[in-house]
């Protein structure tokens, strides 16, 4: 046992390490740090490392600590995001959100289609082409400190949006590969849960934290427990329990945790909370974008290199345009910055082909294709969104963001 | 993936919440919240909860974050504890440990022999009972804010000193159970690389830090990863990789923790690394002392009561009077405050026990007698160290503590 978490500190140290310091070469030379950090990953995964680490068995405490860490990242997202703030944007945010899940879906079934493969394949393909990993957006544009700035809460709504959509299409899909039919009443149950769940949440999470929360006698008794007041336990609490309900009824766990750090970004503790939770999302989040990294494998990339480029090509420009004509009123540059934050796809896309996978609806080259996709769009995606962010014209000031 | 991810974070969301409210409701009246904690863990693991929430399984991923959870408290102990501190103590810090190591080795090893039991047993017990387990005793302190005090430097002192101590001991008793003699060269290869892993540490880690890491351009290059400077992620990897190093040659990965903590101690950066450090630890150290409750099994427990209430009362009176005994130049309340703060065994004693049941050096019985010792020292220590620390003189003003 003592042997063995030194072993796991161990994997744990130069996993973060390696992330900390190619995060930090390339920020020497502008490239955004997560980049560097998902490389770190690659590096580990395909050299001798691998197995001198013993990375390559069960790594479940690494997916752990990962999802850990992108919850907490987008927990703190949340907080920098009001819910008035949202609702100023949500009308926009709806229509980013449904053309940047239709474009993609056409545009990956028709692939399928002319390439002659059956029409489950193409299917499953247009599905991971819809689901928009929103990660590594926003720790692109937290670091850049631009969260306060419209076309950011655009992406974040639509980001939400995107997920509830794709929890459709991901759930039309598993059926036609599973039965061959569809059960409407189901997927009315689902659509139903998910619309509940974060609609009930944006409207009433962040009054129930104001009145539960705030002036309350016993929250004060606590105190003893958290020297400096319960309201981080408190928020954690709520962020756990919110990301692993997201969870059960089949949203991404992320978007449990965003709704949760919208409850608290109206309340007097939002500023006392981003510091504390600063901590653990430095830690963190480098296992996030590390394991991203681990998990590709070069030499079966190498193999599917031409679909697989062909169709992180389609999975660039059908977000661009898809949801770049949702936000076209606020003008092209903003539109095109809205358009790539959608870009990466990073572990949805790949959730999708492995449900696939695992019910033999798609070949195992397609499954590598969608994987190469996926960390393709979510590795370029920084560079070109830093880039398209700087291009923008000056925010108002008003819109600004304090953080 | 995706619901494998909710069903974990359901885990965590139960055990840290319960460890919370439960904490709380110590805290309300006085107990403290650690108690709680643990105790959170002990229902859990014995109730319709452990199998519904499938905690009865592999549970790596809640060892390795509770694991953290202490490497990092330690850590952050540390920080607050100078090396200049901790040469004025080392004297007094060298006896307390020596004593509070012979003291309880030769009563468990004379419980064994006045029982009838083999020789191997009773060496066993003897070395189950040496080691100290400082997490508990550093919550205590720290929630009470006394750890600039000499008597919490002396029981920091002497918990490196008994881990050094304890490995030696170990060693021995596992060679004379495997082989039935000694290899005194294997011995003192270990005794080497321990004393100078901490003497190494001890004398030039707080001077590495202050020469390489303060005024160097380099460094602040490096800002752009860090929005607050790349201080943060350097402690981490400090932090992690003496932890994995003090792991890999015997010694608990707390020593090389708390070793990485004082080396930060007295360099510029140590207050912003307390705070950036308060949330991780606040999020991280409840799933530790969570997870010590779960691996209570009350069942087995009762079933060896009587043995294992004899052992815990000679668990806890041989380190008080032999720890108690080396301290006593201090006064009687000090040398008690000590004493008590030295009495937890925690997961130290476990896995002492473990690796004699793995030998089969031992009966199934005995360990079950030591995981409740280890348990019940632990469960015991802290409400007597508030108490002990409250009764103790008020500290000399220049000594205070300043967090």
Redo the contacts between chains.
């Keep these: ?3 063995e ?6 994997q ?2 130069v996993l ?2 390696a992330a ?1 310091v190619l ?2 070469l ?3 030379v ?1 490239i955004p ?1 997560v980049v560097g950090e998902i490389l770190a990953g690659v590096i580990i995964g395909n050299t001798f490392l691998r197995d001198s680490l013993q990375l390559s068995g069960e790594i ?2 690494l ?3 990962a ?2 860490g992108v ?1 907490f990242l987008i927990f703190t997202v949340g907080l920098e995001t009001p819910f008035e703030e949202m609702k100023r944007v949500g009308k926009t945010s709806l229509v980013v959100a449904i053309l940047g899940v239709v474009l993609p879906f056409v545009a990956g079934y028709a692939i399928m289609a002319a390439l002659g493969s059956p029409t489950i394949e193409g299917l499953f393909l247009g599905a991971a082409l819809v689901a928009t990993s929103v990660g590594i957006t926003a720790r692109v544009l937290a ?1 850049m400190g631009v969260l306060g700035r419209t076309e950011a809460r655009i992406i974040l709504g639509a980001a939400v949006i995107d997920d509830v959509l794709g929890l459709m299409v991901l759930t039309v899909v598993q059926a036609l590969g599973q039965e061959g039919s569809l059960d409407p009443i189901q997927i009315a149950i689902l659509l139903a849960q998910a619309l509940i769940f974060v609609g009930l949440l944006m409207y009433f999470g962040g009054r129930l934290v104001r009145r539960v929360l705030h002036n309350n006698p016993l929250a004060e ?7 400096k007041g ?1 309201m ?2 408190i928020a ?2 709520v962020c ?2 919110l ?2 309900g ?3 009824i ?1 949203l ?2 992320i978007i449990g945790a965003f709704l949760a750090g919208m409850s608290f970004a109206a309340s007097d503790a939002r500023h006392d909370l981003v ?6 999302v ?2 963190l989040t480098p296992f996030f974008f590390g394991f991203i990294g681990l998990q590709v494998d070069l030499g079966v990339a190498l193999s599917v290199w031409h679909l697989a480029l062909g169709v992180t090509v389609v999975a660039l420009l059908t977000k661009v345009v898809g949801c770049g004509l949702g936000a076209l009123a606020l003008g092209k540059r903003s539109a095109f910055a809205i358009g790539v934050g959608m870009m990466p796809r990073g ?1 949805v896309g790949i ?1 999708v082909a ?1 449900i696939g996978l695992s019910m033999a609806a798609i070949p195992e080259g397609l499954y590598a294709v969608v994987v190469a996709m996926s960390l393709l769009t979510t590795l370029l995606t920084p560079p070109i969104l830093v880039w398209a962010f700087r291009r923008l014209p000056p925010a108002q000031p008003e819109r600004r963001n304090a953080a």
Aim: proline residues 3%; hydrophobic residues 55%; aromatic residues 12%.
């Design positions: 046992m003592a042997s978490a030194g072993a796991v500190i161990l744990l140290f973060f390490a900390k995060g930090g390339g920020g020497l502008r740090s479940e405490f997916e752990i600590l999802e850990l919850v670091e008794r606590w105190e003893w427990t958290a020297p319960p981080f336990a954690v609490v756990l329990g990301s692993a997201a969870a059960l089949g991404a766990a510091e504390r939770f600063e901590g653990i430095q830690f572990e959730i492995l």
